[in-house]
């Protein structure tokens, strides 16, 4: 099948932001390029990183900023172009952050050339203090009280890597209480987060996600980790028929969704009703916060990490 690959040249500090516009749009599955990350690796950033590093990396030091994601060469993905093309000349036009350039290069490639590269750099990573993902081509000894997620995210948006999911999943090390609470994971994705509450200690969690793709993906994950016992899996919206509830609600979405569900959640709370939500730039935080307190819910904690924020509520 052949693609389009499209690969958009923008600052450090725009790489964030510019995501959630692609995901505002209905791209996702990036391939993100940021110096930062290989300086991260250089200083030895995190405990599993490596202790060697080819000269010929050495180049990725001076690599622009840039994000690449694929589509299927259609008419369809051409409207999406022009869709795009035209949110990137508006937020040229913004002043609060620096996008740089915002340079669209677009290639025909076919999937044998792409599709699996991304492997390379999924790596065993521990997300919170005891969680570790894990991908399935890998292999990792684990430590202490270490609980392993093992993952294959497939075609589902989710590595669970990204800060907003580890933000998820240290609130849900901290709030879940072990053989007590149900726990209610909204836009599953991949499954991380139902996979990690069941981990934690959960009674019993539900995974929820309007895409069929990601629902066969975090079914398959579950299986893997031999807990397709204790957690369901449905398609479904939390806004549309949705009757379930749980003493906990997780939603890793972004800031627009989560200000836009936050008025349909309490509906779906019992017992202690806690209700964490991530996906929320640090600049939003304040809207997000507002947004929520408005639907009846009092603030308990905010947590932060790199330019993101996860908000936890009780209703």
Not at 142 to 168: K, N, Q, W, Y
């Amino acid at each position: 099948m052949r693609y389009i690959e499209v690969k958009i040249y923008t600052t450090q500090e725009g790489i964030d932001p510019l995501i959630c516009n692609l995901m505002d749009l209905g791209i996702a599955g990036f391939a993100i390029e940021d110096a930062r990350d290989f300086l991260d690796l250089l200083n030895k950033k995190n405990s599993y990183d490596w202790d060697y590093i080819d000269e010929s990396l050495m180049e990725l030091e001076d690599i622009p900023a840039s994000v690449a994601f694929y589509l299927e060469e259609t008419g369809e993905s051409e409207r999406s172009l022009v869709l795009l093309e035209e949110r990137l000349n508006e937020l040229k036009s913004e002043d609060c952050i620096n996008y740089g350039k915002l340079s669209l290069v677009r290639k025909h490639v076919e999937d044998s050339e792409w599709k699996d590269n991304w492997k390379e750099y999924f790596k065993p990573a521990k997300i919170s203090d005891r969680i570790v993902i894990k991908p399935t081509w890998e292999e990792y000894n684990r430590t202490g009280d270490e609980l392993v997620i093992e993952i294959d995210p497939g075609m589902a948006f989710g590595t669970g890597t990204h800060p907003t999911t580890s933000l998820c999943v240290k609130l849900l090390e901290r709030y879940i209480e072990p053989g007590q609470d149900t726990v209610l994971d909204v836009g599953c994705g991949s499954g991380i987060l139902a996979i990690a509450s069941a981990l934690l200690g959960a009674k019993a969690v539900l995974a929820v996600d309007i895409d069929p793709v990601a629902v066969e993906v975090s079914m398959e994950n579950l299986e893997r980790n031999q807990l397709s016992g204790k957690i369901r899996v449905m398609e479904g919206d939390l806004t549309k028929g949705l009757k379930e509830t749980a003493d906990i609600v997780v939603a890793n979405l972004m800031a627009d969704l989560v200000r836009m569900l936050s008025k349909d959640v309490a509906a779906h709370l019992k017992g202690k009703s806690i209700y964490i939500s991530s996906g929320i730039l640090i600049e939003k935080q304040e809207q997000v916060v507002s947004a929520i307190e408005e639907c009846g819910f009092h603030i308990l904690d905010i947590m932060e990490e790199g330019e993101w924020c996860a908000i936890v509520a009780q209703i």
